[in-house]
């Protein structure tokens, strides 16, 4: 059980395109999800939590207007990296809050998006 | 605010040996403490957890107590091997489910 899914697990685009990420849950329903990006040898980085049918809460320095979050069904949550740049090149990953009993919330984790802008 | 400290890696162990990955905690109020482990390539998968003092959070081998007296949960494995070789993450749960990461440590295990 608990299981997350991301698409795609890998996209490559031009610079100046946008991107579109989708993370589900797929056994469970999720009424948080967060967005976590990811550098080489490095640990992840909080970029947004993510709340079905509200807006997404950014953290500082991430620009929300680049990073655009919709959470529109309790299984579902979307990135879209736009205009995106070279150096938006990195991994990103999904987590889903799955509410364990006694207030026990344990995130699930997707397997990541590498996206690759030339 | 919460912060989670590893030890520094990385770490080469052979087969069959004994791993320790330390891992100390700061916060406020009574947070559950999470290992999580990363495949070369891959998202990151829980490994454990514990919810209050004094649990033990067991999973494949890998043991680790959360320790209140001493903020810590250490992460142990009597007997590791080569497909134990990863990234581990100490992480813990605070306020909005967010959870705090420590900065990982990469375990090599060797044949």
């Known amino acids: 059980g608990a299981v997350v899914s991301q698409h795609p697990s890998w996209v490559i685009c031009k610079s100046g395109t946008s991107v579109k990420i989708e993370c589900r849950s797929l056994?469970?329903?999720?009424?948080?999800m967060f967005w976590y990006r990811q550098f080489p040898k490095q640990s992840l980085m909080l970029m947004a939590t993510s709340n079905e049918g509200s807006k997404a809460t950014y953290e500082q320095g991430v620009e929300k207007d680049k990073f655009l979050i919709n959470h529109a069904s309790l299984t579902l949550s979307t990135l879209t990296v736009t205009s995106a740049h070279p150096e938006d090149s990195s991994f990103y990953i999904c987590?889903?809050?799955?509410?364990?009993?006694?207030?026990?919330?344990?995130?699930?984790f997707g397997p990541g998006t590498r996206l690759t802008v030339l | 605010g919460n912060s989670v400290t590893q030890m520094e890696g990385p770490v080469t162990l052979s087969e069959e040996a004994f791993l320790t990955i330390n891992c100390t905690y700061t916060?406020?109020?009574?947070?559950?403490l999470f290992w999580y482990v990363q495949y070369p390539g891959e998202g990151l998968q829980l490994l454990l957890k514990?919810?209050?003092?004094?649990d033990k959070g067991s999973n494949k081998g890998f043991e680790a107590t959360y320790r209140k007296e001493t903020t810590s949960f250490h992460l142990e494995k009597g007997s590791v091997q080569v497909s134990d070789s990863a990234v581990y993450f100490c992480?813990?749960?605070?306020?909005?489910?967010?959870?705090?990461f420590g900065k990982g440590i990469t375990l090599s295990v060797r044949p």
């Open positions: 514990a919810t209050k003092a004094d």
């Open positions: 992480a813990l749960s605070g306020a909005n489910s967010k959870l705090t």
């Open positions: 987590s889903a809050v799955f509410a364990g009993t006694s207030g026990t919330d344990t995130q699930y």
């Open positions: 056994d469970f329903q999720a009424t948080t």
């Open positions: 916060a406020t109020g009574y947070p559950s």
